[in-house]
């Protein structure tokens, strides 16, 4: 080594550490923000085919209450209103966009329908809601789930604008072509239905009739016997309080409440009312 080019080559490397600290801790900072579910997503809105698409696949009326998580501007909780005659919520983290929104509702002339607050999404009272609607990151998703099953009743439905919730299969899924250029969208976007269903796993009770019912999400298996002998189901369904079954000679239709079934048994033919108590 040539004499003073090992101090040149301390006094660099002394400079350099500050920085190289600094690039590690921005590098640190950057990957625990992508860990962490509480990181704002970038606001990015939803197509307006898409906003009409989502209520028209939630059956949206007049009679509905539409809360819209991360509402953004309030276009969803607003065409709901302007275009179905429904009652609806927004809630936005963001105090500025809810500002937005409360200003485009005057504009639009539904301020008197809609309401929108500044708030967490998973702090949100879910149990008025008879349509939800969410344009949120996957990670944020996977939290609101169990909120859902906890909070909103059977029959209620969520769509969810591109992205799927885990675990749980969509009652109906939609492609939306868009009529012109969307940012950040492509032209066509995936929408997805979920209907809540009624809690019907466990043990029921119904005359000769027994049932033990496996159920995820609105998905179902029934196993059946009638006096004590197995009877095969070739076909089962859960579509919010609405439940059927069937096999090769008989089919059953009703509705799920906190400890009842009640509906109607037709074999052979003849149509019979039939209750199930919750057994243990």
Known sequence: MVAGEGAAHDRCAA???PLLALGAAAL?????????????APFVTTPEDVVESMLALAGTGPADYVIDLGSGDGRIVIAAARLHGAKGLGVEIDG???QVSRENAQR??????TQFEERDV?????????????YLLPSLIDRLQPKFLDELRPGTRIVSHAFAMKGWKPDRTQNVRLRSPHLRQGDE???FLWIVPAQARGYWRGGEWSLRVHQNFQEI????????TAIPVTAAKLEGNAISFSGPDYSFRGEVGAKS??????RAGKATPLSFAKGS
């Not at 998973?122 to 969410?134: G, M, N, Q």
């Not at 079934?261 to 037709?266: D, N, P, R, Y």
């Open 96 to 98: 500025k966009l809810v």
């Open 189 to 191: 976007s995936t929408i």
């Open 15 to 17: 400079a350099l550490k």
């Open 108 to 113: 639009a002339g539904v301020s008197g329908l």
């Open 28 to 40: 640190f900072a950057l990957v625990a923000q992508a860990q962490d579910p509480e990181v704002r």
């Open 122 to 134: 998973l702090l949100t009272d879910l149990s008025r809601a008879t349509v939800v609607t969410i």
């Open 261 to 266: 079934i009640t509906g109607e048994m037709t």
């Open 221 to 228: 298996e029934i196993e059946a016997t009638a006096a004590g």
